[in-house]
């Protein structure tokens, strides 16, 4: 009779067990699963991080994006950038470098705005700073309705709202315009 009871009693042990298990089993298969959690936005088709992008296209300009972020939201045709620096390179071999905290480039008209502690240097080191610049591509210009600052070695130029034309190689301070000579 002992051992009647002790082999009951254990195979009674292992049936609770197994059934406490199999409970456990079936509520964890019907426990929701957990969301992932969301990092981008459904508009945001592709994020990169470090990226450097050469465009030689079709212009008369190469242009060189460098920038710690950058999304790509294709039906916008539209690239966001964090931390950017353009490097472009006119036909004729100029070299004008602008960076900012953010940029926006529409890959189809290729038009891009830079925003935030905009700075703008030639290879000659002439230098423009604002808080916004746009590039336009279909009139191959510069424009900006901030407050801008030209300067290079002897004079300092400032004024509210600029035109600049990379072809007629123009520059147009539009109001407020004040001039200083700067002294080496």
Do not use: C
Request: aromatic share 4%; glycine share 6%; charged share 30%.
């Amino acid at each position: 009779m002992k051992i009647k009871r002790k082999t009951l009693f254990i195979v009674s042990t292992l049936l609770v067990i197994l059934s406490i298990a199999a409970i456990l089993a079936v509520s964890l298969r019907q426990t929701p699963e957990k969301t992932m959690l969301k990092v981008m936005s459904d508009r945001v088709d592709l994020q990169v991080k470090n990226v450097r992008f050469t465009d030689v296209g079709t212009s008369d300009m190469k242009w060189e994006i460098m920038a710690d972020t950058a999304r790509y939201q294709k039906k916008e045709n539209l690239a966001l950038f964090d931390q950017v620096k353009v490097r472009l390179v006119m036909k004729d071999g100029r070299v004008f470098t602008m960076s900012g905290d953010r940029g926006r480039f529409n890959t189809q008209s290729r038009d891009m705005e830079i925003e935030g502690k905009v700075n703008v240097v030639s290879e000659n080191g002439d230098r423009i700073t604002t808080e916004r610049l746009v590039y336009v591509d279909a009139g191959k210009r510069v424009e900006t309705d901030q407050l801008v600052v030209m300067e290079n070695g002897s004079v300092r130029i400032s004024g509210v709202g600029m035109i600049l034309t990379l072809n007629e190689k123009k520059v147009s301070l539009l109001s407020q315009v004040r001039a200083n000579s700067v002294g080496k």
